[in-house]
């Protein structure tokens, strides 16, 4: 399994600012996945971010928004831009595990309020 | 697109057995997954089937009917532990979809 982390745990922040959040992986791999969770709701994909090419994008989210950088094999950041409320959620990474895509580990997640 | 219906909650005691159903929609489909999510907790993996049939993991067991698009998650000897959300997702194409999850809260 892999050992996930993120940073920061949590914040809050005022609408209008960015936040980016770093997320870090105890070891190589080849595609993370940045999702978001508002409260008490189910797990929405936002991005698939794979080392060395664009982050593929799914339906309603878009790069101006949601920037993403995966510099290398460990190590991936998801920028929520122009903040507002609706933004408020928890954000989190996760990477497949060695069995496949259906078995994927979570970072702890960041959890976003804005003001 | 992917659609993935399960019961919103389910509320049980200690020691009884709880089943969450989960039906879906998919445009294609490579198997069924299982999460368990602890409040304030990560997402974790519990099981998975791209077979039909039954895959037991100890007290936690997951089926699968692809005939009937259907799949269920079966929690034996619930523990006080065991209250959480649970999620059934599908797999394409590297990505999960996932359900709206149920929320399981085990009684004394």
């Known amino acids: 399994s892999a050992v996930i982390s993120q940073k920061p745990s949590r914040d809050i922040c005022q609408r209008g600012t960015s936040l980016t959040i770093q997320c870090q992986v105890d070891?190589?791999?080849?595609?993370m996945f940045w999702y978001r969770q508002q409260p008490g709701q189910s797990l929405t994909l936002i991005a698939t971010?794979?080392?060395?090419?664009?982050?593929?994008?799914e339906s309603g989210f878009v790069i101006d928004k949601f920037p993403i950088s995966r510099p290398n094999l460990t190590f991936s950041t998801l920028t929520v831009s122009n903040m507002s409320p609706e933004d408020s959620s928890i954000y989190l990474c996760?990477?497949?595990?060695?069995?496949?895509?259906?078995?994927?580990?979570f970072g702890p997640g960041t959890r976003l309020t804005v003001t | 697109g992917q659609s993935l219906e399960q019961p919103s909650e389910v509320t049980a005691v200690e020691g009884a057995i709880v089943q969450i159903n989960c039906t879906y929609q998919?445009?294609?489909?490579?198997?069924l997954s299982w999460y368990q999510q602890h409040d304030g907790g990560a997402p974790t993996f519990l099981s998975y089937?791209?077979?039909?049939g039954l895959e037991e993991t100890g007290r936690f067991s997951s089926f699968l009917s692809r005939s009937d698009s259907y799949g269920y998650l079966l929690l034996q000897e619930l523990q006080m532990k065991d209250s959480a959300s649970y999620f059934c997702?599908?797999?394409?194409?590297?990505?999960?979809?996932f359900g709206a999850g149920t929320t399981v809260t085990v009684r004394a």
């Open positions: 996760s990477v497949m595990g060695l069995a496949g895509e259906y078995e994927q580990y």
């Open positions: 070891s190589q791999v080849t595609m």
């Open positions: 971010a794979n080392q060395g090419s664009e982050a593929t994008y």
């Open positions: 998919t445009s294609g489909f490579y198997g």
């Open positions: 089937n791209a077979l039909d």
């Open positions: 997702a599908v797999s394409l194409d590297y990505k999960l979809s």
